[in-house]
């Protein structure tokens, strides 16, 4: 039997994670001297009170080796995929790597680099899950992996540039002057790391319709088995509005809608939203 491990950072319901028999390994949240289990005993919203109040941005750390080898030690014989955080943003997949090593577990658990975050990571968790119905063995998983998260595409439009600034990755008058002018700036996953790209200017609301809609191109030429709406709290009227413009492009087969984990909504606040899927090429 093949089973999926993944780190916390994946933002997949809870739903979706007992379906499918999905371990998550949490990462830690710390809100100045208290250390927390991200989707365990914290919340976003806990986050955005502590954070408005602090005026900090909480640090976050990745699942230590213990952790992973906690979850990975059994006597079932069964074979694993363990999906992590980027390593570029993370020790996430190191530590996993050093756990499996530490356990001699090579032979059967193959930790996959995501390159990606939130429900990038999701999505190909996703389509593990498809390979293993499929009857695909860890290998043949692995090798079609590699091809497809090059094909994932992760982006999110960010509401307010308050905790970005918080957290050192932009500067104190950039927020200022982002917040004034109503800027939303379009952040990109690629290449393993975060990247701005265009900024929307407007309402929140405006803006994410924008930004939905300016991916029209790319999202008619996706994979058609599902695209992800992953947010930090944004009103349900705006989320069912880009729920019905995916639905009326009669591409995908399953729209599905995710909240952001404590690990991303500490870094991007309050009212993001992304929408996250495969292109076919």
Request: proline content about 2%; some cysteine.
């Amino acid at each position: 039997m093949i089973r999926i491990i993944s780190d916390s950072t994946s933002d997949l319901s809870k739903e979706i994670i007992d379906k499918y028999g999905i371990a998550i390994v949490p990462l830690y949240v710390r809100l100045g001297s208290e250390e927390k289990k991200d989707g365990v005993d914290i919340t976003p919203e806990q986050i955005y009170k502590w954070s408005n109040s602090s005026g900090e941005t909480p640090k976050t750390a990745a699942p230590s080796v213990q952790d992973y080898m906690n979850v990975l030690e059994d006597n079932s014989g069964d074979e694993f995929i363990v999906f992590t955080i980027s390593s570029t943003m993370s020790a996430s997949n190191n530590n996993c790597r050093l756990a499996v090593e530490e356990l001699e577990m090579e032979d059967r658990v193959r930790v996959i680099d995501s390159e990606n975050l939130s429900t990038g990571i999701g999505l190909l968790i996703m389509e593990a899950v498809d390979c293993i119905g499929e009857g695909k063995s860890l290998d043949e998983i692995v090798e079609y992996l590699d091809d497809v998260k090059k094909r994932v595409r992760a982006s999110f439009v960010i509401d307010t540039l308050t905790f970005l600034h918080r957290g050192g990755r932009c500067s104190g008058i950039a927020a200022i002057v982002g917040n004034t002018l109503k800027l939303h700036p379009k952040i990109v996953v690629s290449g393993g790391s975060m990247h701005p790209d265009k900024k929307y200017r407007g309402s929140s609301d405006k803006c994410i319709m924008n930004y939905v809609k300016d991916m029209k191109d790319e999202l008619l030429q996706a994979k058609k088995d599902r695209v992800f709406i992953t947010h930090s709290g944004c009103n349900s009227e705006i989320v069912d509005e880009v729920r019905n413009f995916l639905k009326n492009l009669d591409v995908f087969l399953d729209i599905v809608e995710t909240r952001a984990g404590s690990v991303v909504s500490s870094h991007c606040g309050p009212g993001t939203l992304g929408v996250l899927f495969i292109s076919k090429t």
